[in-house]
C-alpha cells in the first residue's frame, strides 16, 4: 500500500465518506482545508515533536484564510531539525556526497545529530542565536545539508547561495540578511576543473562585514589570499567536537526556517521567507503523500544551493529518505553522467531537468540498456516545460513504465503546486494532477474558471508555505505586489487570490498543460500563445540545441516573432532547416505559431537557475532604455548585448 493509500483511508475516516479516487482526496483537500491539513499533521504523527493547542479545532489550524496574511496553526511551536533526527535510529546513511572525479563521502543516520550537533556549538559560539541569519557559499556537498540543520535547530535562519556566482552577485542576495556567520567552500571541480573558491570567499566575507565569522569547508591554505587562516575556521576543527548533541529550539510555526531569492534579473533580488510549519507540512506532503518517499527510498535530484530544488531535497530526510549529493556538471564528462549516478547508488526517485534529459536523448544514449536502473520507480523533472516526446523517449529509453513526475511550482512556495502523484496516469506533455491542498485553477481575464481552455494559473486557497513575507518589505507591500496585485477585467474575484504568472490549460480529468509564462506573451495580432509549446517542437528535433522565441510589439501595430536557436555540433542553419522547423511547427501547432525568421544565436541567456531571460530580452528587443538586465543574475551576461544588437538591426 502506498503512503497516498494510507494517507485517503485516514482522511475518509475524518470526512466520513469515502473518498475513492484521487480527484476526491483533492477535492476534500481544497474544500475542507483546516481537515486536510490536519489530517496531514496527524498522519505524520506531529504531536509527538512539537508543543501545539490543536485540541481548540479548526482555528487551530488555519485561523485566517486571507491571502496574504494566511495565519496557520497560531499557538504551534515546533522545529524542522525534530523532525528529521525523529529518524536518527535508522542503519545507514542519511547522506551521500559524490563529486565530478567519483569521489564519494557519506553521513550516517548515527552520525548525522553527531555533526549536526558539533556545527550548531560552533555557530552557538559565533554567536548565532534566534532570529540570526548564517549565509552559505556552497557546492551541493554534504556539509552545506549539516550546516542548514545545524542553523535552523538553534531557530535561526539560513540562506544559500551557489559559488558559481561572483562574490558580488551573492553579496546582492547575502548582504541584504546581514548574517553573523558565513559557510564557505574551498572550491570544487566542475567540467573536469578545479575551481579554486578561496579568495571568492573572502572577499564575499569582506562584503557582508567585519563582524562576520567565517566557516570554510576544505583547506583554506594561502592560495592568492594571503593567509587567511587566523580569519577562517576550518570546517574539520568544527566537527571535531563528537560530545555535543543537537537540541533543537521550539519555534512559532511562522517563524523564518531560510530566506531563498528571486532571480533578480532586472531589479535587486527579492528575499522571499519561509517559515519552519509551513515547510515541513508541505514538504512531508510532496515528499511522502504526493511521492511515496519512506525510509527505504533513496531520493537525488541534481540541484544547486541557489535553486529551491536544494531545500525540495533535503525534504528527503524528514521522511527517513537517503539523499545525494553531487557537485559538478551534470554532464561531465558526459550526457551519462547522472545516469551513472542513479545505477551506483540504486536511486529511487531521480530529479532532473528537461534539458539533461534532451541531452541524454541527442547523444543517443539508453540508460536502461547501459545501467542497471531496476531501483528506479520514479523520475521527476523540472525548471522549465517536460516535452510531450521525451516521456515517449524515457518510456523506450530509460525504463517501460517507467512514472514521469513534470512538477510546477517555485521558488516562491519553495514546493510544487501541481505535479506527477502516486497512483494518478501519466500522460505524455501533462502534469497528472493538482497537488493536495492547492486551489489551482485556470482563470479567462475576467477571473472565470476555466476547463480545456488556456487561463492565468492562480492558487485560490492558502498554502502553508507561501511565504511568510519578503524580507526587508515591512509593509507587505512588494509580497502583495507580486502575486495579488493583478488586475482582472470586470469585478474580478471577491478575494484576491494568487496569480503566479503562467499560462495553463486544466483538463476535463483534471491534469494541467503548462505553456510558459503569461508575463511572457506571445500575443499576435490579438491571439495569444504560449512559448512552451513551441520550445516543445523545435527543441525536439535533432539539430536544435535550444531554442528561444520572442514576441516584439512595434509601431503601427506591426509584432516581430523571431525564434532563435543553438545548434548541436556539426549542424548548420539552412534554408532546408528553417524551412523544415516552421513546416513542424505549423503542422503540430498552427499557422500563428510560426516564427517570422529562425535566427543562429551565439547562446541563449539563463537565470541562474537555468530559466530563459523572454520577459527582460523580449524588451531589450523592444529597444525598451529602462531595461536593466543584473549581470551578476545571468548565466552568460555577454549574450545581452547581441540580443540588443538583433533589436537595433531589425527593420519594421
Same mark, same amino acid.
Given at each position: 500500500?502506498?503512503?497516498?493509500?494510507?494517507?485517503?483511508?485516514?482522511?475518509s475516516?475524518r470526512?466520513?465518506?469515502?473518498?475513492?479516487?484521487?480527484?476526491?482526496?483533492?477535492?476534500?483537500?481544497v474544500?475542507?482545508?483546516?481537515?486536510?491539513?490536519?489530517?496531514?499533521?496527524d498522519?505524520f504523527?506531529? %504531536?509527538?515533536?512539537?508543543?501545539?493547542?490543536?485540541?481548540? #479545532?479548526?482555528? &487551530?489550524?488555519?485561523?485566517?484564510?486571507?491571502? /496574504? !496574511?494566511?495565519?496557520?496553526?497560531?499557538?504551534?511551536? =515546533?522545529?524542522?531539525?525534530?523532525?528529521?533526527?525523529?529518524?536518527?535510529d535508522?542503519?545507514?546513511?542519511?547522506?551521500?556526497?559524490?563529486?565530478?572525479?567519483?569521489?564519494?563521502?557519506?553521513v550516517?543516520?548515527?552520525?548525522?545529530?553527531?555533526?549536526? #550537533?558539533?556545527v550548531?556549538?560552533?555557530l552557538r559560539?559565533?554567536?548565532?542565536?534566534?532570529?540570526?541569519?548564517v549565509?552559505?557559499?556552497?557546492? %551541493?556537498?554534504p556539509e552545506?545539508?549539516?550546516?542548514?540543520?545545524?542553523?535552523?535547530? =538553534?531557530?535561526?535562519i539560513?540562506?544559500?547561495?551557489?559559488?558559481?556566482?561572483?562574490?558580488?552577485?551573492?553579496? #546582492?542576495? =547575502?548582504a541584504?540578511?546581514e548574517?553573523?556567520?558565513?559557510?564557505?567552500?574551498?572550491?570544487?571541480?566542475?567540467?573536469g576543473?578545479e575551481v579554486?573558491?578561496?579568495a571568492? @570567499?573572502v572577499? =564575499?566575507?569582506?562584503?557582508?562585514?567585519?563582524?562576520?565569522?567565517?566557516?570554510?569547508v576544505?583547506?583554506?591554505?594561502? $592560495?592568492?589570499?594571503?593567509d587567511?587562516?587566523? &580569519?577562517?575556521?576550518?570546517?574539520?576543527? *568544527?566537527?571535531a567536537?563528537?560530545?555535543?548533541?543537537?537540541?533543537?529550539?521550539?519555534?512559532?510555526?511562522?517563524?523564518?526556517?531560510?530566506?531563498?531569492?528571486?532571480s533578480?534579473?532586472?531589479?535587486r533580488?527579492?528575499g522571499?521567507?519561509?517559515?519552519?510549519?509551513?515547510?515541513v507540512?508541505?514538504?512531508?506532503?510532496?515528499?511522502?503523500?504526493?511521492?511515496?518517499?519512506d525510509?527505504?527510498?533513496?531520493f537525488?535530484?541534481?540541484?544547486?544551493?541557489?535553486?529551491?530544488?536544494?531545500?525540495?531535497?533535503?525534504?528527503?530526510?524528514?521522511?527517513?529518505?537517503?539523499?545525494?549529493?553531487? +557537485?559538478?556538471?551534470?554532464l561531465?564528462?558526459?550526457?551519462?553522467r547522472?545516469?551513472?549516478?542513479?545505477?551506483?547508488?540504486? *536511486?529511487?526517485?531521480f530529479?532532473?531537468?528537461?534539458?539533461?534529459?534532451q541531452?541524454?536523448?541527442?547523444a543517443?544514449?539508453?540508460?536502461?540498456?547501459?545501467?542497471?536502473?531496476?531501483?528506479?520507480?520514479?523520475?521527476?523533472?523540472?525548471?522549465?516545460?517536460?516535452a510531450?516526446?521525451?516521456?515517449?523517449?524515457?518510456?523506450?529509453?530509460?525504463?517501460? !513504465?517507467?512514472?514521469?513526475?513534470?512538477?510546477?511550482?517555485?521558488?516562491?512556495?519553495?514546493?510544487?503546486?501541481?505535479?506527477g502523484?502516486?497512483?494518478?496516469?501519466?500522460?505524455?506533455?501533462?502534469l497528472?494532477?493538482r497537488?493536495?491542498?492547492?486551489?489551482?485553477e485556470?482563470?479567462?481575464p475576467?477571473?472565470?474558471?476555466?476547463? $480545456?481552455?488556456v487561463?492565468?494559473?492562480?492558487?485560490?486557497?492558502?498554502?502553508?508555505?507561501?511565504?511568510?513575507?519578503?524580507w526587508?518589505d515591512?509593509?507587505?507591500?512588494?509580497?502583495?505586489k507580486?502575486?495579488f496585485?493583478?488586475e482582472?477585467?470586470?469585478?474580478?474575484? &471577491?478575494?484576491?487570490?494568487?496569480?503566479?504568472?503562467?499560462?495553463?490549460t486544466?483538463?476535463e480529468?483534471?491534469?494541467?498543460?503548462?505553456?510558459?509564462? @503569461?508575463?511572457a506573451?506571445?500575443?499576435?495580432? $490579438?491571439i495569444?500563445?504560449?512559448?512552451?509549446?513551441?520550445?516543445?517542437?523545435v527543441?525536439?528535433m535533432?539539430?536544435?540545441?535550444?531554442?528561444?522565441?520572442? $514576441?516584439?510589439?512595434?509601431?503601427?501595430?506591426?509584432?516581430?516573432?523571431?525564434l532563435?536557436?543553438t545548434?548541436?555540433?556539426?549542424?548548420?542553419?539552412?534554408?532546408?532547416l +528553417?524551412?523544415r *522547423?516552421?513546416?513542424?511547427?505549423?503542422?503540430?501547432?498552427?499557422?500563428?505559431?510560426?516564427p %517570422?525568421?529562425?535566427i543562429?544565436? /551565439?547562446?541563449?541567456?539563463?537565470?541562474?537557475?537555468?530559466?530563459?531571460?523572454?520577459?527582460?530580452v523580449?524588451?531589450i528587443?523592444?529597444?525598451? @532604455?529602462?531595461?536593466n538586465? %543584473?549581470?551578476k543574475?545571468v548565466?552568460?551576461?555577454?549574450?545581452?548585448?547581441w540580443?540588443?544588437?538583433?533589436?537595433?538591426?531589425?527593420?519594421w
Amino acid at each position: 500500500m502506498t503512503v497516498f493509500d494510507r494517507f485517503a483511508e485516514k482522511f475518509s475516516e475524518r470526512a466520513g465518506a469515502p473518498l475513492t479516487s484521487y480527484d476526491d482526496v483533492w477535492q476534500r483537500s481544497v474544500t475542507d482545508l483546516p481537515g486536510f491539513w490536519r489530517c496531514v499533521w496527524d498522519f505524520f504523527e506531529l %504531536d509527538e515533536i512539537a508543543e501545539t493547542p490543536l485540541d481548540r #479545532g479548526d482555528d &487551530a489550524v488555519l485561523a485566517d484564510d486571507t491571502m /496574504p !496574511g494566511a495565519v496557520w496553526f497560531p499557538g504551534t511551536a =515546533l522545529n524542522y531539525v525534530d523532525v528529521v533526527l525523529r529518524h536518527a535510529d535508522l542503519p545507514g546513511e542519511a547522506i551521500v556526497g559524490l563529486d565530478e572525479d567519483g569521489n564519494r563521502t557519506s553521513v550516517t543516520w548515527a552520525e548525522l545529530p553527531v555533526r549536526v #550537533g558539533a556545527v550548531a556549538h560552533a555557530l552557538r559560539e559565533a554567536g548565532v542565536g534566534r532570529g540570526d541569519v548564517v549565509a552559505a557559499y556552497l557546492p %551541493d556537498i554534504p556539509e552545506a545539508v549539516i550546516a542548514f540543520l545545524a542553523t535552523a535547530s =538553534l531557530g535561526a535562519i539560513w540562506s544559500g547561495c551557489g559559488q558559481d556566482y561572483a562574490p558580488e552577485g551573492a553579496a #546582492g542576495r =547575502l548582504a541584504q540578511l546581514e548574517p553573523t556567520v558565513l559557510v564557505s567552500a574551498a572550491g570544487y571541480r566542475y567540467n573536469g576543473k578545479e575551481v579554486d573558491k578561496r579568495a571568492d @570567499s573572502v572577499t =564575499l566575507a569582506g562584503l557582508l562585514g567585519d563582524e562576520v565569522t567565517h566557516i570554510m569547508v576544505g583547506d583554506p591554505g594561502a $592560495g592568492d589570499v594571503g593567509d587567511p587562516g587566523a &580569519a577562517v575556521v576550518r570546517w574539520s576543527e *568544527v566537527i571535531a567536537d563528537e560530545s555535543r548533541r543537537p537540541e533543537p529550539v521550539k519555534v512559532a510555526f511562522d517563524h523564518p526556517l531560510w530566506v531563498l531569492f528571486s532571480s533578480g534579473t532586472t531589479g535587486r533580488p527579492k528575499g522571499i521567507v519561509h517559515g519552519h510549519g509551513g515547510v515541513v507540512l508541505e514538504h512531508l506532503k510532496a515528499a511522502a503523500i504526493q511521492s511515496d518517499l519512506d525510509t527505504e527510498s533513496v531520493f537525488f535530484w541534481q540541484t544547486a544551493l541557489s535553486w529551491m530544488m536544494w531545500n525540495y531535497q533535503v525534504a528527503g530526510l524528514l521522511v527517513g529518505a537517503r539523499i545525494i549529493t553531487y +557537485s559538478g556538471s551534470p554532464l561531465y564528462p558526459d550526457a551519462d553522467r547522472l545516469w551513472q549516478i542513479v545505477a551506483d547508488e540504486r *536511486v529511487t526517485f531521480f530529479g532532473t531537468s528537461p534539458g539533461q534529459l534532451q541531452a541524454s536523448r541527442k547523444a543517443g544514449l539508453h540508460p536502461g540498456a547501459d545501467h542497471d536502473l531496476s531501483a528506479l520507480r520514479l523520475l521527476g523533472s523540472t525548471g522549465s516545460t517536460l516535452a510531450a516526446d521525451l516521456f515517449g523517449w524515457i518510456d523506450e529509453n530509460v525504463k517501460a !513504465g517507467l512514472p514521469v513526475s513534470s512538477i510546477s511550482g517555485g521558488t516562491d512556495v519553495v514546493s510544487a503546486f501541481a505535479g506527477g502523484t502516486t497512483g494518478v496516469e501519466v500522460v505524455a506533455g501533462e502534469l497528472s494532477a493538482r497537488y493536495l491542498g492547492v486551489g489551482l485553477e485556470s482563470w479567462s481575464p475576467s477571473g472565470r474558471p476555466l476547463i $480545456g481552455e488556456v487561463g492565468e494559473m492562480v492558487v485560490t486557497t492558502p498554502m502553508p508555505s507561501m511565504p511568510v513575507r519578503f524580507w526587508n518589505d515591512p509593509d507587505g507591500e512588494r509580497y502583495r505586489k507580486a502575486y495579488f496585485a493583478h488586475e482582472w477585467e470586470g469585478e474580478g474575484p &471577491a478575494k484576491p487570490v494568487w496569480r503566479h504568472g503562467d499560462w495553463v490549460t486544466v483538463t476535463e480529468r483534471g491534469s494541467l498543460v503548462i505553456h510558459g509564462r @503569461s508575463d511572457a506573451t506571445l500575443n499576435r495580432h $490579438g491571439i495569444r500563445m504560449g512559448s512552451a509549446d513551441i520550445y516543445e517542437v523545435v527543441e525536439g528535433m535533432p539539430e536544435i540545441a535550444e531554442a528561444f522565441v520572442l $514576441g516584439v510589439d512595434g509601431p503601427d501595430g506591426k509584432y516581430w516573432m523571431p525564434l532563435f536557436v543553438t545548434l548541436v555540433p556539426g549542424a548548420e542553419l539552412t534554408d532546408e532547416l +528553417s524551412a523544415r *522547423v516552421a513546416a513542424e511547427v505549423k503542422t503540430r501547432l498552427s499557422p500563428r505559431h510560426v516564427p %517570422d525568421e529562425m535566427i543562429l544565436a /551565439p547562446g541563449i541567456p539563463h537565470t541562474r537557475t537555468g530559466k530563459k531571460l523572454e520577459v527582460p530580452v523580449t524588451a531589450i528587443l523592444a529597444g525598451r @532604455s529602462e531595461v536593466n538586465v %543584473d549581470p551578476k543574475s545571468v548565466d552568460d551576461y555577454g549574450l545581452i548585448e547581441w540580443y540588443a544588437e538583433q533589436g537595433r538591426a531589425h527593420r519594421w
